[in-house]
Nanobody, 113 residues
Framework: VQLVESGGGLVQAGGSLRLSCAAS????????MGWYRQAPGKERELVAL???????NYGDSVKGRFTIFRDNAKDTVDLQMNSLKPEDTAVYYC????????WGQGTQVIVSS
């Protein structure tokens, strides 16, 4: 299974970015897909998850600002990030759970103040 992320970059505070992740490879069925992030010196934390039936779960710090979208037919998951803050600066990792967890290589998001 391979996860390919795109869409990271540099943005000013208050701006928006959209991250995309596409899964490929042999897997029977996908349960959860989503995004985690890790800032320098901090542990990896949940940003947003979406189950196969569309249920979502967001980290407290991003609720109301970020929205996760999933396309089951294409095995893709996007993260729309609005009202970005400097504290959102981190490496964002795509996540997929089938019979085990898979991670993307990470994409850097930098929010300048």
């Amino acid at each position: 299974v391979q996860l390919v992320e795109s869409g990271g970059g540099l943005v000013q505070a208050g701006g928006s970015l959209r991250l995309s992740c596409a899964a490929s490879g042999m897997f029977f069925s996908v349960n959860d897909m989503g995004w985690y992030r890790q800032a320098p010196g901090k542990e990896r934390e949940l940003v947003a998850l979406v189950t196969h039936d569309g249920s979502t779960n967001y980290g407290d710090s991003v609720k109301g600002r970020f929205t996760i979208f999933r396309d089951n037919a294409k095995d893709t998951v996007d993260l729309q990030m609005n009202s970005l803050k400097p504290e959102d600066t981190a490496v964002y990792y795509c996540y997929l759970w089938t019979i085990k967890a898979y991670w993307g290589q990470g994409t850097q998001v930098i929010v300048s103040s």
